[in-house]
């Protein structure tokens, strides 16, 4: 199942359209470099629901790299 999102506002609203986002991430503790993708859907409910423009996303052992790490994501899907 695809979210449907076009556009993310500051408090995490969105307009209806169909998109998975790809995210790059480096792992803080090796250093490894990858991308994961996250169904953007879940990512503006997750933020609609906190009221913030910055949801907490757990990148899981072997999605990177061999280990496991928290990365904060902001409205426009930057790491940060």
Sequence with gaps: MESKILAV??????????????????????????????????VIDGMRDRGDSMLALQVYRDEICEHEFTVMLDANFKAR
């Design 9 to 42: 506002d500051a408090r995490g609203a969105g307009i209806e359209t169909t998109c998975t986002k790809r995210i790059r991430l480096m792992c803080p503790r090796c250093g490894k470099v990858g991308t994961i993708e996250v169904d953007a859907g879940i």
